[in-house]
């Protein structure tokens, strides 16, 4: 991301009228756990998502088809290792990836929905799983479903197409903490300002890699513009 196209991305966060020394201090806490990724194919599909009258096998294909083209940003730093092959013509030393360990864990049920296209990317990873509502009393989460591989040192990647208020993905994130994992991403579709916020401040180390900051939420906690309940839109229900 350009540094101009970071400027925009922090007024959505902040609003108008943003300060040098606050862009800086923001810049350089937080320009390596906020990623972008505005590739003209993914916002290309994104907005046919948007719209009210696309229907479900077109949304659940292009979830498919952006957790995919998002993956190539997710794992950008993937460690490789030289090996020596041989072509038809010629002896050679290429790359390879290294001692690949990945999780994917969506948190259900929307989350399902970009993991196809991430194990299209990577068919090696393995996939946990998270299901969780909260307590109308307590407010405090409930977790109803979590099973999660064998291996702590594994990259764990948190799938859920909307990151509204942030409080799922700090429960999960905070729960996968308590298991012991350390390495954790989340890759979302699209993003309010005031989620980024709230992850950011609860779990600083946690990188968030989405499609679309957008402009904030309604009063039932839907993301504006957005795209509705994703979750209906891939599924079918209401």
């Keep these: 991301m350009r ?8 007024q959505c966060l902040f609003g108008e009228g943003v300060d040098d020394v606050s862009f800086i201090n923001y810049f350089k806490h937080s320009i390596m756990a906020l990623h972008i990724i505005n590739h003209p194919m993914i916002q290309h599909k994104l907005t046919i998502m948007r719209k009210k009258e696309t229907g479900t096998r077109e949304f659940r294909e292009l979830l498919k088809e952006i957790g995919m083209l998002m993956g190539y940003e997710v794992t950008r730093d993937y460690p490789l290792k030289n090996v020596e092959i041989e072509t038809p013509m010629q002896k050679m030393v290429a790359h390879e990836l290294a001692g690949r360990k990945t999780v994917l864990v969506p948190i259900l049920r929307a989350g399902l929905g970009m993991v196809e296209g991430m194990l299209t990317l990577d068919p090696t990873a393995k996939v946990g799983h998270i299901g969780m509502y909260r307590d109308e009393k307590t407010h405090e989460p409930v977790f109803y479903y979590y099973k999660m591989p064998e291996g702590k040192d594994r990259l764990v990647i948190i799938t859920d197409p ?29 993003a309010s300002p005031e989620g980024i916020k709230r992850v950011q401040s609860e779990h600083p ?30 599924f079918g229900t209401k």
């Design 205 to 234: 180390e946690v990188d968030i890699y989405t499609a679309a900051v957008d402009e904030g939420m309604n009063e039932d906690c839907y993301i504006l513009p957005g795209l509705g309940d994703a979750g209906d839109r891939i």
């Design 3 to 10: 540094i101009g196209e970071f400027r925009v991305s922090l």
């Design 162 to 190: 909307m990151l509204a208020t942030g409080g799922s993905i700090c429960d999960a994130v905070r729960r996968l903490k308590s298991d012991g994992y350390s390495r954790i991403r989340v890759m979302c579709l699209v």
